[in-house]
């Protein structure tokens, strides 16, 4: 079913074209990778059903408004929307099966850094912290990036550019391989740590800790969320949606706006380092370049 991709399902390019850039392909990488590593760190992972139904129902949606003919936009939006969800989980077990690397930590080097160029991340932190309207913004800033997911599936699909879509997809699965790879030869615990600051935000310190000593093998997948501190997978994000919106006149504002803010949160609301924002940025741009070449 989720074959969809390789049809002609792509308004504004051909049948093979389509295939080329099929995100379909991103998904058994990624998986055949996650198993890979999986077996050979000893982790499992495990409570997959109710997301395994979610994204059954959408590819049945895709295949069935499309094999019908009633609605290429309808059709399209089940198919990226089962690939986005069927990427998270597998990203996620990506970031989690990088994260136990056991190499020296590098925070010391990030602030470093930081105050290098002359960003400090406590004084950033206080001024939000006393701006509270500024505060909340910042918030739903950093926490759109479901909603910004969803709104690209929906708006692509609905004006026949799902190009635009499997391009956003691409680019973020190169990105994350890249990210990932980059965090567990460079790994950090985070700004919130380093600074002890907010500490009950770094929910993912739990689970870091135990990838580094090897005192839990099995993850319930409703339990994780992604693990990845250097680079910065937001900052990456909100350049990749940026860019994924570039010629859409009012919605490429709109956007770019948005994204803006959710940078100007990372660092917050993240618990992450400038240091992390520029390597991001730098990832965002490799992986834009490589789906371009």
């Keep these: 079913m989720l074959s969809y991709g390789n049809e002609q399902v792509a308004g504004d390019i051909g049948p093979r074209q389509a295939a080329g850039i099929a995100p379909a392909w991103i998904l058994l990488f990624l998986g055949i990778l996650d198993l890979g590593l999986s077996w050979l760190a000893g982790y499992a992972f495990t409570e997959f059903s109710s997301v395994l ?11 069935g408004y499309g ?33 136990g690397s056991r190499l020296p930590l590098f925070d010391e080097h990030f602030a470093r850094f930081d105050a290098a160029i002359g960003f400090d991340w406590p004084r950033w932190h206080r001024f939000l912290a006393s701006v509270p309207y500024v505060n909340t913004l910042l918030n739903m800033a950093y926490s759109s990036l479901l909603l910004q997911i969803v709104l ?17 997809l691409w680019n973020a699965f ?12 460079f790994p950090a615990l985070g700004a919130f740590h380093y600074f002890q600051t907010d500490l009950p ?22 339990q994780m969320q992604g693990i990845i501190a250097f680079p910065s997978f937001h900052t990456v994000m909100a350049i990749l949606f940026t860019y994924a919106f570039r010629g859409r006149g009012v919605w490429f504002l709109l956007i770019g706006l948005l994204n803006i803010l959710m940078l100007l949160s990372t660092p917050t609301f993240g618990g992450h380092y400038l240091a992390d924002m520029v390597s991001g940025a730098m990832v965002a741009g490799l992986a834009i370049y490589l789906v371009r070449r």
């Design 67 to 99: 094999r019908s003919g009633r609605s290429r936009a309808i059709a399209d939006m089940g198919y990226y929307a089962a690939m986005w969800i069927a990427f998270t989980v597998l990203g996620v077990i990506f970031t989690y099966l990088m994260a």
């Design 53 to 63: 139904a979610i994204i059954a129902g959408m590819a049945g949606i895709s295949y």
């Design 201 to 222: 935000q770094a929910v993912h310190l739990p689970h870091l800790f135990a990838l580094r000593d090897g005192s839990v093998r099995v993850f319930p997948l409703n």
């Design 152 to 168: 690209s599936v929906m708006y692509f699909s609905h004006i026949g550019q799902s190009r635009r879509n499997a391009e956003l």
């Design 174 to 185: 190169i990105s994350l391989l890249l990210t990932g790879v980059l965090s567990a030869i």
